[in-house]
């Protein structure tokens, strides 16, 4: 696990191929096809050989909920332990780790008459206001669902106008058994969070020398597509459709691009805090590979 542009996806493969493993992607962007370089999706050659699943797996027209993970990557952990290989989760999507380790909340189901209502506070009040009643009720979804989404946070307060609690509470109330395998915990990130603004400021500088507009521009010419699809809502993908749309400028759209993946990288470490039995490797601090190696090694033992 672990924030945005941290290295995750160069340790899996060398851990990978350390350990007999088969990788199982925990990210919500790189199962979509034709998303390549605003997801930094691992190349082939990156991936050297090591079986990556759950990626590029659906057309971007499509959803993939969170229960639809948990479903596939247990028939993955299933099948891969089976033929005597090891599964290895790698992403920064939480909650899909989440649902992993303690199951899926039974959250009432949309009520249309409510979701107008919503609707018509929204355009009254404004996507802020919105958020800021979610930090009333629920601080723990809304530090992981950002203002600009809007559709994640009223389906939040639609669930606690609902049910009379919030989807944090019903979440720790559907805490199931333990997943049967031993688990080891992994966080790589660095220490100093400057770093790591500086590092994706750098990387989506790069994704847009690589062709990221490009990218954008083919999803966005198709005609089926829309910036509310989950697909599109991805980080970066939104703000080059704002830049295509007319909305914003070459040079603003890649300033919202790098503060949304600043954004993204901060709610990550909100989600990460709460891993208290994970090892964490500070990437600053040198010969992470190394570290894990022996941290891992160390744990299979006792």
Known sequence: MGPTASGK?????????????EIIS??????????DIGTAKPTLEERAGIAH???DILDPAESFSTGAFRSRALELMSDITARGKVPLLVGGTMLYFNSLYYGLAKLPTADSELRKQLDVEAKLIGKAAMHAKLQVIDPVAAARIHPNDPQRVQRALEVFALSGKSMTQLHEEAKTEEIPYQKIKLIIAPRDRGVLHEKIAQRFKLMLQQGFVEEVEALYRRGDLTVQMPSMRAVGYRQVWSYLDGEINVEE????????TRQLAKRQFTWLRRETDAFTFYTEEGHVFERVLEAVQQRISE
């Open 9 to 21: 996806t160069a340790l899996s493969v060398k851990l990978a191929q350390q350990f007999n493993a």
């Open 26 to 35: 925990v990210d919500s962007a790189l199962v979509y096809k034709g998303m």
């Open 53 to 55: 699943h759950l990626i």
């Open 253 to 260: 759209m890649q300033e919202l691009g790098i503060i949304a």
